[in-house]
């Protein structure tokens, strides 16, 4: 072939009218900017790709700094977000650039990174070194950064931040390079602002997720079908192992044709009922949930165990009735005080016109005898019934004993109960009050005979002791109450002192006794311990601080 056929060939092909070198160097320059075209577009691909959740913005912008460098003579990208009228910056790559801190909220004064928010116009800007005209030249100065490209960021028309692109040298970005950037930029972006929109979805269905766990009550959702799809936290420790069960119907026992579902579906109302789960009261509610066109395809379930709550509802029912029946003891004790106080006072006056060998004077005696015991117990019993503020003072615990025997023992001995009274009659004084005293000696008393109510066993006993003891150094007197009645199980004994617990059957009792008279040993300085086993027997200690070892 001859030169001139293959210089016209090659003229053809390259369109290049020089010779073979130049035609090399142009070759050259044509892969250049094919490299660097390829190039934009793995970054804008790269960013739109690889752009999650999981990937940190500091880990993006490596990631387009490291590529950015091949093509462009680039030594700093920084990231700053508007939002709330404010203007953060956010990132800055690399570390070393940095100059203000991450989270620098930059001031609107003299600022160039604002005007390109304001202006919403990319700006390329050469750094001045005689002069100071905006806040950031200053930090380009310090950072030996000679020009900055600022381009805008936004997204559906609002403004979301700014890119900041600096190079420590001369550099001339033609209209193409310009393009570029602005793509990048525009793509960032949505980027940013789809990742802030998924952040916010996460964020709220974590926190319905973490509530719908976290509500003490149990939540079901089921389908129309009655299929079990979620439950919470509540719900699966009361079922426990029955939600293997995949139905409402089947978990609760009811038939699908009675099941609240239906009335759900006819009504597309909320269905209120009380029902009995596992031998336990509750409230069940069901909630018809609709879809934007009003179709029901699923039902909120809500169910509240209110067991505990009737319970106490009826125990504070109780406690009201004892409340007025020991409101209207103490009046009816008033009143009888007058006419017993005129039998006595008679009874008296008739002895001494008797001599002790009539027939009359023992009949007299009787009288006086049963009208002085009368007085007493209603003595007591106005003691036991006041509700005024107590005072402290020094006292015998033996003496409550005493007192609160005369009120109650004759009782206890007539159901064939015997009362073996061992009284340490050395003990020390507390310093207390001995109608509270007497009071928890009442309850331990009257919890005892209880407690051999309906034992069949040859002799029914309590067993009542005081004594004094040193423990860590200081002295107590100690009150023992024991029984050889039923016992309590070792699952009752850490509850047998909350308020409204009780072991007695329904109407027995009211489950405040042992909660206040701990109440009162603990105002004391004391305490109460039990003992107890199971079909042999109970005791109770009443443990309190001797007067001379009781600070002030």
């Given amino acids: 072939m001859a030169m001139n056929e293959r210089q016209q060939i090659i003229n053809l092909l390259t369109g290049v009218q020089s010779s073979k070198k130049s035609y090399y160097t142009e070759l050259k320059k044509m892969v250049a900017e094919l490299k660097k075209k390829n190039m934009q577009l793995e970054i804008i691909n790269d960013i739109t790709k690889s752009f999650n959740i999981d990937m940190s913005m500091d880990e993006m912008l490596k990631n387009t700094f490291d590529k950015l460098r091949e093509i462009f003579p680039i030594e700093r990208i920084s990231l700053s977000l508007y939002e709330n009228n404010k203007l953060v910056l956010t990132n800055v790559y690399p570390a070393h650039a940095l100059y203000f801190p991450v989270g620098f909220v930059l001031p609107k004064e003299r600022s160039l990174y604002w005007k390109v928010i304001q202006s919403l116009e990319k700006i390329f800007y050469q750094v001045q070194e005689d002069k100071d005209s905006y806040i950031e030249n200053k930090v380009y100065k310090a950072l030996g950064i000679r020009n900055v490209l600022l381009i805008p960021l936004i997204s559906k028309g609002q403004v979301i931040g700014m890119l900041s692109i600096g190079s420590t040298e001369t550099v001339v970005y033609d209209e193409a390079d310009l393009s570029f950037f602005q793509q990048f930029c525009d793509q960032l972006a949505v980027c940013i602002e789809n990742a802030r929109l998924y952040n916010e979805v996460l964020t709220s269905k974590k926190e319905w997720e973490e509530t719908f766990r976290a509500v003490s009550e149990m939540i079901l959702v089921v389908d129309l079908d009655g299929n079990i799809l979620r439950y919470n936290d509540a719900a699966k420790e009361f079922f426990q192992f029955h939600l293997h069960k995949k139905n409402i119907c089947q978990l609760l026992s009811i038939d699908m044709n009675e099941s609240p579902i239906i009335e759900n579906l006819e009504t597309k109302k909320p269905v209120h009922r009380r029902i009995h789960i596992q031998q336990r009261v509750c409230e069940f509610h069901s909630y018809p949930v609709l879809n934007e066109k009003q179709n029901m395809y699923a039902v909120m379930i809500y169910i509240n165990d209110i067991t505990e709550k009737l319970r106490i509802e ?184 909350h308020p409204f617990f009780t072991t007695k059957r329904p109407g027995k009792g009211t489950g405040l006794g042992l909660s206040v008279s701990l109440g009162i040993a603990q105002a004391h300085g004391g305490t109460i311990e039990v003992s107890s086993e199971l079909g042999k027997g109970s005791e109770f200690r009443l443990k309190l601080p001797a007067k001379e070892e009781r600070g002030d």
């Fill in 314 to 497: 009826a125990q504070l029912v109780q406690s009201g009735k004892l409340a007025a029946i020991g409101e209207m003891a103490a009046g009816i004790a008033h009143e009888l005080n007058n006419p017993l106080t005129a039998i006595l006072g008679n009874a008296q006056l008739l002895l001494r016109s008797f001599s002790k060998d009539d027939r009359s004077y023992k009949l007299l005696s009787d009288i006086y005898s049963c009208g002085k015991r009368c007085k007493t117990i209603i003595q007591n019993l106005l003691t036991f019934s006041r509700q005024d503020e107590y005072a402290f003072e020094e006292c015998s615990v033996n003496e409550a004993v005493e007192q609160v025997l005369g009120l109650i023992g004759d009782q206890i001995q007539k159901q064939n109960i015997t009362i073996q009274k061992k009284l340490d009659y050395s003990v020390e004084l507390i310093e207390g009050n001995i109608q509270q005293i007497g009071q928890i000696i009442l309850n331990l008393l009257i919890n005892a005979k209880d407690a051999l109510e309906d034992m069949e066993i040859p002799e029914k006993v309590i067993a009542i002791e005081t004594k004094s003891v040193a423990e860590n150094e200081k002295r107590w007197v100690v009150l023992s109450v024991k029984d050889n009645g039923k016992g309590i199980g070792e699952q009752h004994l850490q509850e047998i002192f």
